[in-house]
Each structure stands twice: as C-alpha cells, then as structure tokens.
C-alpha cells in the first residue's frame, strides 16, 4: 500500500485545522484558511507538488484560502474539489475559482499518487458536509465540522440538520474502531481522535435518538 503522509497546520483565529496529504510526490490540502505560507512551507520540504484542494464544506473559515490558491496555481488549474451542495456558497465568487470546482460525491475517490482519498457525503452540519478517507493501517478521516474531538458540529446553521447528523455519526460509527479523526478545529483536550475515542467518550456519539442529539447542549 503506497505511504500516505499527514501534516496538520493550526492556523486563524477560529483555531481551524488545515491539513496536507502527501503520497509519493503529490499533495492534497483540506479546507485551506488564508495563510497558505504553513503547509506551502511543507509542501516544498517534502519536493511535492500540489494535486489539488478539498474542501470538506463552504463555511468562510474553511475556504479563505481557495481564492489565493486559484490564483498562484492558476497555470496548474487545480481542481477545488467540493460537494454540489455546498458549492451554492461560491455562486458569488470569481469566475476563475468557479471554473475550478470539481463537484464530488459519496463514494467517489480522488487520485492521490499512488494512493486516493475517499469522499464520505456526511450532512448535518452542512448540506454537503463531506469526511475524507485515507485508508490504511490505521485509516484516517478528515472530518471537517462533522466531528471534532469530543463533539460534533453544530445542526442550526443555514442547511444544518440533526436528524442528518444523528445518521452521519451511526455511518461513522461502523468504520474501524482505529480510525484517526483528524478533525475541522482544535476545539478538544487533544488534536485527534479515534472513532473508539469518540464511541466511548462523546456525548453525541453515543446517543440512541434524533432526540437525544437535539437535547445535548
């Protein structure tokens, strides 16, 4: 199985995770905030060249960057990889980031040097709310607002869902107890987790109804 490297960058006031998947001599960046200077950095260590962007959803925070990236990278015309869903949000912006979206869906996988990212359609807290997968020993899952450590992300958003969510969190569930979430934000005690961490320890994950999630605060 070919080897796939992670580097998660803290960068913004919001606390926002950004992360770099490297396999062989190419690179994906998740929900990239404006400072690209971090995980740009990196990319140039590693001698990888940048494959593309994912974007686990289209809230502000996670998507500040893709403008600059459209326009540095504008002769590699990378696709900006997004769920239809959540790319109503862009309708505003320019034309040549537009032009960029590459509409993604559930199960659909992504080129990754000789590896590829798996797009999990994850609603709840966005329409098109989407998790990558990484498989491997341990797989990996770059859960955006869907799950953070200890937590999930909040449903009373414009297209936020709780029922969707409580569905979303019983699919990841079923994934591998070793799992590595690599979650949206540093909002927890540590930078990951692990679906057994989560199963075991989150409130929301361990509840039985709809109901139940609503109720948490």
């Known amino acids: ?23 062989g001599k190419e690179s994906l960046v998740v929900d ?14 590693l001698g990888s060249r940048l494959a593309g962007v994912l974007l686990t959803h ?3 925070d996670h998507v500040a960057g893709v403008p600059a990236i ?14 239809k869903l959540d790319a109503r949000r862009f309708d505003s912006a320019a034309r040549d980031v537009r032009d960029r979206l590459v509409f993604v869906d559930d ?9 590829h990212v798996e797009v999990l359609h994850t609603p709840g807290h966005s ?5 990558f997968l990484v498989a491997g020993s341990p797989p990996r899952l770059f859960t955006g ?45 540590t930078p990951t987790s692990t679906i057994a961490r989560e199963s075991a320890g989150s409130a929301a994950f361990r509840c039985a109804t709809v109901k139940e999630l609503d109720a948490l605060p």
């Open 58 to 60: 289209t809230h502000w």
């Open 145 to 189: 607002d869907t799950v953070f450590v200890g937590d999930v992300g909040r449903t009373d958003l414009e297209s936020g869902s709780t029922a969707e969510m409580f569905d979303t969190i019983q699919r990841l569930k079923k994934l591998p107890a070793d799992t590595i979430i690599y979650p949206g934000h540093d909002y927890g005690r």
């Open 1 to 23: 199985m070919p080897t796939v490297q992670v580097d998660q960058f803290l960068i913004g006031d919001h606390r926002n995770f950004i992360y770099l998947i490297t396999s």
């Open 107 to 115: 199960g659909q996988r992504i080129p990754l040097g000789g590896a």
């Open 32 to 45: 990239p905030q404006s400072d690209l200077e971090p995980w740009q950095a990196r990319a140039k260590e």
């Open 127 to 131: 329409a098109g709310e989407c998790c």
């Open 70 to 83: 459209v326009d540095q990278y504008a002769a590699e015309k990378l696709p900006i990889y997004v769920n």
